[in-house]
């Protein structure tokens, strides 16, 4: 298990490091520079100079890289042209929702899919999971701005029952927790309704398989109930998958909330890097970048230590 453990941290490790020097050279990549696209394409080449020499820009390459680390390491991202604030406290403000509108559309996908899953494996080939099949198919092929549009017109106008945008009431000078989770409930059923599509798929084939296995075979041989297999051993064996796919879904999922966010209103990182990318802000669109790339990595890795806990053969390498 320690060994797996170390294995698994020097990859995530190798992979950080090269995200960063990916992100940094892509800022560097742009046509004319970072300054340029600040100043716009009427900007002189006089005025492009200036910034560059006070930004810093006009070091050697090695040496702006070696400062970009340093000022990672400090936990500096630099400052927002568009807001003239600095990049930490801005995804600081934003983070907080976007980690409540995941957590809550990651555990009702994980409870959906974990229950079609189910139902799927084991009447695998009848027509309850050919109808879960076709629902997980729907839902799949459903673009993310659809959905959201849709619930809107549905529950925010025709049976106006539930918010349509932002994260609070502003008509409320002190709102309370019942009224942001109020808020959250379109965009939660948005993201994890579309997550259920992939995830419930991957689950109910796990089951199948693992129904299919020969320990399920000697278990019942032994008198054990079915509901006791299925519950205490194939439950287990077939999440290993599950917990891989979702680490390795984060990206898709992020990139689903930012249109999710951007067709709510809702105030998250993914409606930060929209804004942020219409304005040309690119010390915010690297930092968001750079920080979902890292979130993924720690999901990875997450996923791979999960998967060795549930799998006694890894537990005792």
Do not use: C
């Not at 970072?34 to 002189?44: D, N, V």
């Not at 970009?68 to 390491?73: K, S």
């Not at 000078?173 to 997550?195: F, N």
């Not at 249109?259 to 929209?274: D, H, I, K, Q």
Request: positive net charge; proline residues 5%.
């Amino acid at each position: 298990m320690l060994r797996m453990i170390t294995q698994r941290l020097a990859t995530a490790t190798l992979s950080l490091v090269i995200l960063v020097t990916i992100v940094f050279f892509m800022t560097h990549a742009t046509p004319g520079g970072p300054a340029f696209s600040i100043l716009g394409q009427k900007a002189t080449p006089a005025a492009v100079n200036a910034l560059n020499q006070r930004l810093g820009l006009t070091a050697p390459l090695w040496l702006q890289y070696a400062i970009w680390w340093w000022h990672l390491l400090q936990g500096k991202l630099g400052y927002s042209y568009l807001l003239n604030r600095p990049v930490t406290q801005l995804i600081g403000d934003y983070m907080m929702n976007t980690l409540a509108l995941y957590i809550g559309a990651i555990l009702l996908a994980l409870v959906l899919s974990i229950g079609l899953g189910l139902v799927q494996g084991v009447t695998y080939g009848r027509w309850p999971a050919r109808l879960i099949g076709a629902l997980q198919l729907s839902l799949y092929a459903l673009p993310t701005f659809f959905v959201g549009t849709m619930f809107i017109l549905y529950f925010g106008v025709k049976w106006p029952i539930l918010p349509t945008g932002g994260i609070s009431n502003l008509r409320i000078e002190h709102p309370g927790l019942l009224d942001y989770a109020h808020h959250l409930v379109l965009p939660i059923l948005t993201v994890g309704l579309l997550g259920v599509a992939a995830l419930s798929r991957y689950f109910g084939t796990s089951v199948h398989e693992e129904l299919g296995k020969d320990y399920v075979r000697t278990a019942l041989a032994k008198g054990l109930t079915f509901r006791a297999v299925l519950f205490r051993h194939v439950l287990r064996n077939a999440l290993r998958p599950l917990v891989t796919i979702l680490g390795l879904s984060f990206p898709g999922i992020f990139a689903g909330s930012v249109l999710v966010e951007t067709v709510f209103n809702y105030p998250g990182l993914g409606y930060l890097l929209w804004r942020s990318a219409l304005s040309q802000d690119y010390p915010v669109i690297s930092a968001i970048v750079l920080l979902i790339g890292v979130l993924t990595v720690i999901g990875n890795l997450l996923a791979d230590l999960v998967n060795g806990l549930l799998d006694p053969r890894e537990r005792y390498e």
